[in-house]
């Protein structure tokens, strides 16, 4: 089977010219995010983990980056005793917060008890679930990653989206039998030109895990069905993947090389190329 391809812009691009927009959670933490002018259809928002640690060892500043949480997150919160999954964790849940209420206009530092309204909890397949406690009907669909120092979240208006973000590293390449097929190989080394052998394997396996948390979350093998259609790009990336009950439709996930970084996104089915 031969992918298709379409190579056009191949400019490099950055973390800070992707998530153009920040706002200040505290003096020396900002939230960095990315989105289309009103109505969006989503909202991606990016948390430097480093700046958050260094907030989470003063005891004042701590108590208010609490204060953004519900009471029900606050429990879950101490459950975690190591300091990097404390940052993890609620980097993750402030990057989707912020996502959230941005996508519903309120920009600008929102206020404590809007962040604390919002409750991100696992459902019983350990996906991210968004609970709106001020009973303003069903939320937007989220999703959320983090990878080596950064903490990623979506929000979208849709029920299912997915986002994922990976550094850049060579032992990828170790387990690339598992989720990368020769013809798969084959059109990322044709569409994905001026991109190393570690970048391209990184921008698979980011978009099926951006597919995956959105659409099937709940399969117990790595990446079983998923498959890559055909792969564009123009401004950024666009990988199309088959997936299981999608039919004729690939699902099309964007994608971009940040820095040492690679992050994709879905945006759910109501936004397919």
């Known amino acids: ?41 989503f909202c991606l928002a990016l948390i430097d983990l ?15 980056l609490l204060g953004l949480l519900s009471e ?17 964790w609620l980097g993750g849940r402030l990057a989707c917060k912020y996502a959230t209420l941005s996508l519903h206009g309120r920009v600008n530092a929102p206020e404590a008890e809007e962040f604390a309204a919002v409750s991100i909890l696992p459902a019983k397949t350990g996906r991210p679930e968004l609970i709106h406690h001020g009973g303003h009907g069903p939320g937007p669909g989220i999703s959320i990653s983090h990878s080596r120092g950064y903490a990623v979240a979506m929000a979208a208006r849709t ?47 980011s978009a099926k895990e951006a597919l995956k948390k959105a659409l099937l979350h709940d399969q117990p ?24 009950g999608g039919g004729a439709q690939p699902a099309r996930i964007t994608a971009a090389k940040l820095d040492r970084f690679v992050l994709a996104f879905y945006p759910g089915k109501e936004h397919h190329a």
């Not at 973390?15 to 003096?27: K, N, Q």
């Not at 029900?72 to 404390?86: G, S």
């Open 1 to 41: 089977m031969t992918r298709q391809c379409l190579a056009a812009d191949s400019r490099p691009f950055s973390l800070s010219s992707f998530f153009t927009r920040a706002d200040t959670l505290l003096p020396g933490l900002p939230v960095r995010y990315c989105r289309h002018d009103d109505p969006s259809p």
């Open 50 to 64: 480093a700046a958050l640690a260094e907030k989470l060892k003063n005891e004042e500043e701590r108590q208010i």
């Open 72 to 88: 029900r997150e606050k429990a879950l919160f101490a459950t975690y005793t190591y300091t990097k999954r404390q940052g993890e």
């Open 159 to 205: 029920q299912r989206c997915g986002i994922d973000i990976q550094k850049i590293s060579k032992k990828i390449i170790q387990v690339q039998s598992r989720f990368a097929a020769a013809d798969e190989l084959d059109c990322l080394r044709r569409c994905a030109q001026g991109l190393g052998e570690t970048e391209r394997l990184t921008l698979l396996w």
């Open 221 to 244: 093998a790595v990446f079983h069905g998923l498959s890559l259609h055909s792969l564009h790009r123009n401004h950024f990336f666009s990988l199309h993947l088959n997936y299981p």
